[in-house]
């Protein structure tokens, strides 16, 4: 039907121009802030608190990352590996657990199965302040304080993974599944041969997502590290201020280097964390 | 959410002749199958989320400092304590509980009317509108940590770019940015909105692209105006988003916390530090997990109410 309709006519001159004037206004709103960050790291101690806003710096210079890197205190190279680590585990624990269980929700038939389910919808309505303190008693309890695991595992069995994976099996025809069987698939060969590559997408929303969760988390180990060596960028970043108030060339460069990661990751998988977000709204 | 229909349906069994062979197989792979598939799962689902709901009603009751004091059963005490207004604990709770309240109030009708204008803006056709959309959403894979010390710098009173770009412009150019009330308010409000105003354009976004265009178009041969087809076309489809992200949005400001970690650093004089802030403090450094246990559970009661209070205010629009 649409296709018939005229083609529309391109709106007036003048609106376009405003609407340009708009984007290019927003543009440097949520770039400038970003540029001033890169460009104080290259800067003097003192060019980096002297009141010309310059976006270019007068004397470029390595300073502010040669003395974070040469500082024990902050690690911030060890901080950088802490994070990366502790992100890609926990991407890896989540999404494999939550592929499992969805596929397993999702299309087989056993007893329990209405019932656990609704257990698992029913805490997304759960306040995440309520697994606060438990997960400190129970990190504690383990011996986790202070380590990888604390940050890693706690989080891993969250019920949205499987509730966007289950949403996402639910919808593939049962008759691939059907014909894989009639051809002698078993059940594990069924999932690992026809189902997991068929859900490639789903699962690499949910990895870039549970990546992104992981390494932005900000509050947990605040309180659940307490080594310098130990700490990930975020909290690494509070010790960082801490030891440099005055100096915000360092702690611009400690910014910058926190976000070379995320921003390399978000170039390449722009895609998929877009249309995470705008899924989970939705299905929501 | 669902209405009673779907509950009365027979349960689902698509055409048992022709698939009747195929389903005997599925059924006969062995039974313990689908658990070892949900084992791993279900392991650390019981551990780390069920228990902590059980573990933090029983710990809300208990006068319990880890490490020293064994934690004996007190009944309503902590929670008596909190409500009673009185003694350092409460007072500074609900002052975090009032931090929180204003940082959702003020944040939360900017986070969900000014992501929709710029969805509206990104739905338009133009040159590079994908470009400007990954750009627009940046900030938010950046986390708080380096948004919270980038803006720490920003608002610097003496040294940062913000207040010599006001000089700059022949405004005032002192203003205390991040020690200050209630210019520590706006630090916080106006940041959280910079870093997250992309992510809640994005799920606008995905829904707006959803409306029939056709509807569009019949507004249009009707004579309905922009403003017009925004109130009676574009509105009406977006009730279910528009409240799916005001319940997340309110989740989310009431969890506020790095930014006053980092921004304000929780000055002036503690007047910024979020109720979340608090619990952390008094559960995680001070140890006192039994009055932690029952601000928790204070607070997840009030999100909750929050949450009710919302889909029920959507509900009677949806009504009317």
Redesign the interface.
């Known amino acids: 039907?649409?296709a018939v309709?005229p083609t529309r006519r391109r709106p007036l001159q003048p609106r376009r121009i405003a609407?340009?004037v708009?984007?290019i206004a927003?543009?440097a709103?949520?770039?400038m802030?970003?540029l001033?960050?890169l460009s104080?790291a290259f800067k003097t101690p003192a060019e980096?608190?002297s009141?010309?806003?310059r976006i270019w710096p007068q004397e470029p210079t390595l300073g502010a990352f040669r003395q974070i890197l040469g500082d024990d205190s902050v690690p911030v190279l060890r901080w950088v590996g802490n994070s990366l680590l502790v992100a890609v585990a926990h991407s890896a624990l989540t999404v494999?657990?939550?592929v499992?269980?969805a596929?397993?929700?999702a299309r087989?038939?056993?007893r329990g199965?209405r019932l656990?389910m609704g257990?698992?919808l029913a805490?997304m309505?759960?306040?995440?302040?309520?697994?606060?303190?438990?997960?400190?008693?129970?990190v504690?309890s383990l011996g986790w304080l202070n380590s990888y695991a604390a940050l890693i595992?706690?989080?891993?069995?969250?019920?949205f993974g499987?509730f966007f994976l289950r949403q996402f099996f639910a919808g593939i025809p049962?008759e691939l599944?059907?014909a894989a069987?009639?051809d002698g698939c078993?059940?594990?060969s069924t999932?690992a041969r026809i189902m997991l590559p068929l859900a490639r997408p789903a699962i690499a929303t949910l990895v870039v997502l549970s990546f992104?969760s992981s390494?932005?988390?900000?509050?947990w180990p605040?309180?659940?590290l307490f080594s310098g060596d130990m700490q990930t960028?975020?909290?690494g970043?509070?010790l960082?201020?801490a030891e440099n108030t005055t100096r915000?060339d360092v702690?611009?460069a400690?910014?910058v280097i926190?976000?070379v990661p995320?921003?390399a990751?978000?170039v390449a998988a722009?895609r998929w964390?877009?249309e995470g977000?705008?899924?989970?709204?939705?299905k929501? | 959410m669902s209405s009673a229909a779907p509950s009365l349906s027979p349960p689902r069994r698509d055409s048992p002749v022709a698939a009747g062979g195929a389903r005997r197989h599925l059924r006969s792979g062995s039974p313990v199958t689908p658990y070892l598939f949900l084992g791993p799962f279900l392991i650390l689902f019981t551990v780390f989320v069920l228990a902590p709901i059980l573990v933090l009603a029983w710990s809300s009751t208990r006068q319990w400092i880890l490490g020293f004091d064994s934690g004996g059963f007190v009944g309503w005490a902590n929670y008596a304590s909190l409500l009673s207004g009185e003694g350092v604990l409460s007072e500074e709770f609900w002052r975090g509980m009032r931090v929180t309240a204003i940082f959702t109030v003020l944040s939360v009708p900017l986070l969900v009317t000014i992501p929709f204008a710029l969805a509206l803006l990104l739905n338009l056709r133009f040159r590079g509108r994908t470009v400007f959309r990954a750009l627009y959403f940046a900030p938010y894979v950046l986390g708080v940590a380096v948004v919270g010390v980038l803006w720490h710098f920003l608002l610097d009173a003496q040294v940062g770019p913000v207040n010599h770009l006001l000089g700059a412009l022949g405004l005032p150019d002192s203003i205390a940015w991040t020690t200050s009330l209630p210019a520590a308010w706006v630090s916080l409000v106006g940041v959280t909105v910079w870093w997250t105003v992309g992510f809640n354009a994005v799920i606008y976004l995905a829904a707006l692209q959803e409306v029939p265009a056709e509807l569009y178009e019949a507004a249009r041969v009707d004579g309905a105006g922009a403003w017009r087809r925004l109130w009676t076309v574009t509105i009406p489809h977006m009730h279910r988003v528009l409240q799916f992200v005001v319940v997340i949005t309110i989740i989310a400001s009431a969890n506020m916390y790095g930014q006053s970690a980092l921004i304000t650093n929780e000055q002036p004089g503690g007047a910024t530090r979020t109720a979340i802030g608090y619990i952390a403090q008094t559960g995680m450094q001070s140890y006192d997990i039994g009055m932690a246990s029952a601000m928790s559970m204070a607070l997840a009661l009030c999100l909750i109410l929050a949450s009710l209070l919302v889909n029920q205010l959507f509900r009677f629009v949806g009504k009317v």
């Open positions: 039907m649409s309709l609407l340009w708009l984007i927003l543009t709103v949520f770039a802030p970003l001033y960050m104080t980096s608190v009141p010309d806003f494999t657990l939550a499992l269980a596929y397993a929700l087989m038939e056993f199965r656990m257990a698992i805490t309505f759960v306040p995440a302040v309520v697994m606060l303190i438990p997960h400190f008693l129970i504690n595992i706690p989080g891993a069995a969250g019920a499987v049962r599944e059907e069987i009639v078993t059940q594990w999932f992104l390494w932005n988390d900000y509050l605040v309180y659940v960028l975020p909290s970043l509070r960082l201020q915000y702690m611009m400690g910014a926190a976000s995320v921003l990751l978000y722009q964390i877009i977000v705008s899924t989970s709204g939705i929501g």
